[in-house]
C-alpha cells in the first residue's frame, strides 16, 4: 500500500494563477479531507469528502475547490492564487462511518504566492 | 465550536528525562484523540489513538490519557531521546461531525 499520496510536494504560484493540488489514497477509505497548516495555528480543514460525489466544507474553504469521482482521488483546487493560500496542505483519509478510526495523512504539498 | 490547546508551545529537555506533553478541549462530547508526530518538513505520523471510552494507550515509551470530562489529555514520554524531537499534534474529534480539529502544538526539542 502507498498510503495517502499527494502531488507536487512543491509548489510556486503567482497571484491570481490557479492549480489544482492531486491526492490520493489506495485503502479503499471512503472519507477524505483537505488541511492547511499554517505558523501558530495547528492544522485547520478546508473540505472534506465522506465519499465519492459527496463534499463538505470545513472551517476555512473560501478560495478553494473540490469534487470527489471516485473514491481513490480527491483534487483540491486554487480558483485564483492569494498570497494568504501560501501555506502546507496535507490530504487525509480514513474509513467513513466509523469515527472511532484514525486519519492517515499524506506528505504534504509546500505552496508559495507571490 | 470545539477548541484545542496545547501546553508548552514549546520545551526542551535533557536526553533521559521523563516528559507530559499536555492536550486540552472545550467541549468533552468526543469520538476519540489522536496524538501525532510532526518532524520538521514532513507529514504527520500517528502515534495514539484513544476513543472516548479509554481512559488510556500505551504504545513502547509513550503513553497517552484521557480525562473527557476535564477536556484533558497527556502524552507521556518516558526516557526521552535526541530522537524524539518533534513537533507533536493532538487532534478531537467530535460527535458532531467526522472531523479531526487540532491543537496547534508543543514543539519538543530532547538535548544529547
Known amino acids: 500500500n502507498a498510503g495517502v499520496t499527494q502531488t507536487p510536494k512543491f509548489q510556486v504560484l503567482k497571484t491570481g494563477q490557479s492549480m489544482t493540488l492531486q491526492c490520493a489514497q489506495d485503502?479503499?477509505?471512503?472519507?477524505m479531507s483537505w488541511y492547511r497548516q499554517d505558523p501558530g495555528m495547528g492544522l485547520r480543514l478546508i473540505h472534506y469528502?465522506?465519499?465519492?460525489?459527496?463534499?463538505d466544507q470545513g472551517e476555512v474553504p473560501n478560495g478553494y475547490n473540490v469534487s470527489r469521482s471516485t473514491t481513490e482521488d480527491f483534487p483540491l483546487r486554487l480558483l485564483s492564487a492569494a498570497p494568504s493560500q501560501t501555506s502546507v496542505y496535507f490530504c487525509?483519509?480514513?474509513?467513513?462511518?466509523?469515527?472511532?478510526?484514525?486519519?492517515?495523512f499524506g506528505p504534504g504539498t509546500r505552496l508559495t504566492v507571490t | 465550536k470545539q477548541e484545542v490547546t496545547q501546553i508548552p508551545a514549546a520545551l526542551s529537555v535533557p536526553e533521559g528525562e521523563n516528559l507530559v506533553l499536555n492536550c486540552s478541549f472545550t467541549d468533552s462530547a468526543i469520538y476519540n484523540l489522536q496524538w501525532f508526530r510532526q518532524d520538521p518538513g514532513k507529514g504527520l505520523t500517528s502515534l495514539l489513538l484513544?476513543?472516548?471510552?479509554?481512559r488510556e494507550q500505551t504504545s513502547g515509551r509513550l503513553n497517552a490519557s484521557l480525562d473527557k470530562s476535564s477536556g484533558r489529555s497527556t502524552l507521556y514520554i518516558a526516557a526521552s531521546q535526541p530522537g524524539d524531537s518533534a513537533t507533536y499534534l493532538c487532534?478531537?474529534?467530535?460527535?458532531?461531525?467526522?472531523?479531526?480539529?487540532f491543537g496547534p502544538g508543543t514543539r519538543l526539542s530532547v538535548l544529547p
Open positions: 487525509a483519509s480514513s474509513p467513513s462511518g466509523v469515527q472511532t478510526y484514525e486519519q492517515y
Open positions: 469528502s465522506v465519499g465519492a460525489g459527496i463534499t
Open positions: 485503502m479503499n477509505h471512503e472519507y
Open positions: 487532534a478531537v474529534r467530535d460527535n458532531y461531525g467526522q472531523n479531526f480539529v
Open positions: 484513544i476513543q472516548s471510552s479509554q
